[in-house]
């Protein structure tokens, strides 16, 4: 197989452009790094275009491998290691990044317990919500004006959880009257204890900005607001810590 060394190449331009929000747009496409991610990738079933291996020894004989072949066909590139470091996000590199279709999914009610994120702006808190979404249960996400949860450091940070749930993106009015016969739980430090909150069967756990809490129009949507208690004089939590405890405490009795 050809090495392409070149940084200029357009396939290789192509898939770095994937680790700017614009060219995530264009493409319709994300970027996956690192054996264990690509491996979970594969796994999941999502929609793999190609992939780019450093042009090492083992990776040449992994592209030339019939299960490679068989997989993806024509649609491997070898890359010189400028050519990879370009296309990486990663501090250091492993050697392996895929290009994967962004699934599309209409706006619609949810089928269970779901999160809806309000205005969530740090793309690692909103990886690492949707991580534990997926552990918790909670396979629906209902996103208003979030960090792109496809961005290379959502994705690292979602641990693969980006592969098992189902992300919805719509404006604040869209979203609201999607889950306007949802019983949706506003996250407050002010709200009731949540450890001694009973929820409703089917229910949306509602998480704000991490500076300025939930938007008035979701605050005056929620049925039920809660909060989680702290000792001494901590006032508040990392937003994704904070919905981690929510959705585990909320839940409790169905995930064991």
């Known amino acids: 197989m050809t090495v392409i060394t070149s940084k200029q190449n357009p396939a290789v331009k192509e898939l770095a452009s994937l680790k700017e929000k614009k ?7 994300f970027l996956v790094e690192g054996e264990k991610m690509f491996s979970e990738c594969m ?12 042009a090492t020894k083992e990776r040449v004989a992994l592209a030339e491998s019939p299960f490679f072949r068989e997989k993806l066909g024509e649609n491997v590139l070898l890359l010189g290691e400028d050519a990879f470091c370009a296309v990486s996000d990663e501090k250091t590199p492993q050697g392996i990044a895929a290009e994967v279709k962004i699934p599309q999914f209409p706006l619609v009610p949810p089928t269970g317990r779901c999160l809806l994120l309000d205005g969530v702006s740090d793309p690692s808190n909103v990886g690492a919500i949707i991580r534990t979404a997926a552990a918790a249960g909670y ?3 209902y996103l208003i ?3 792109d949860p496809f961005s290379p ?13 189902k992300l919805m993106r719509g404006s604040r009015e869209e979203v609201l009257k999607i889950l306007e016969s949802v019983p949706l739980i506003a996250a407050d430090m002010e709200g009731e204890n949540v450890l001694s909150f009973s929820p409703p069967e089917k229910y949306c756990i509602a998480i704000g900005n991490e500076g300025n809490g939930l938007s008035e129009e979701v605050r005056r949507a929620a049925k039920h607001t809660v909060g989680i208690p702290m000792k001494g004089s901590m006032e508040s939590l990392n937003a994704a810590v904070s919905a981690g405890i929510l959705m585990y405490a909320l839940a409790a009795e169905k995930i064991k």
């Open 43 to 54: 796994e999941s079933g999502m929609e793999i275009v190609r992939i780019a291996l450093l």
């Open 139 to 141: 396979g629906e996400l």
């Open 145 to 147: 004006d979030c960090a």
């Open 153 to 165: 450091k959502s994705v690292r940070a979602s641990m693969s959880g980006v592969f098992y749930c």
């Open 23 to 29: 060219g995530r747009r264009e493409r319709g496409t």
